[in-house]
């Protein structure tokens, strides 16, 4: 089984279905919540009830690959990228990175892929293109 831990922007509805058909996965789980993996490195709270949620669904649906999908243009990282905005692609990858530790330490066992989604500039809301991974 897989999990995809993304954002809950509608705009990667379609996008994540194409990624499930690119990784040749049927019916994964999906975690969707504003910023996707963000929510693990916010506060104490949204931290704590990520992983009850991440665990529940890796123990509960022998979860074997947990792909987390951040997405240029998001809301949720707005504040977060306040004054680093033409270094948003840096801070999607460094977030991505430090989720995937956390995720790899809690289930040794599961493989973590990363992908971050591109913004095409553009009028708002702006177009997102294909899922690209990244090896981190």
Do not use: N
Not at 47 to 57: C, F, G, N, V
Not at 95 to 100: E, F, G, I, S
């Amino acid at each position: 089984m897989t999990l995809i831990v993304s954002c809950a922007d509608g705009r990667l509805r379609e996008l994540l279905l194409a990624l499930e058909t690119r990784l040749g996965v049927d019916g994964a789980d999906r975690l969707l919540v504003p910023g996707g993996p963000l929510a693990f490195l916010e506060d104490q709270r949204a931290r704590a009830t990520m992983i009850e949620w991440l665990d529940l669904l890796v123990r509960g649906h022998t979860v074997e690959l947990v792909c987390l999908v951040a997405h240029e243009d998001c809301l949720a990282y707005s504040g977060r990228l306040e004054g680093l905005a033409g270094h948003e692609r840096e801070v999607l990858e460094r977030d991505l990175m430090q989720v995937k530790a956390l995720v790899a330490a809690r289930h040794p066992s599961v493989r973590v892929e990363c992908f971050v989604v591109p913004h095409e500039p553009g009028p708002r809301p702006g177009r997102l293109t294909t899922p690209e991974r990244v090896a981190l």
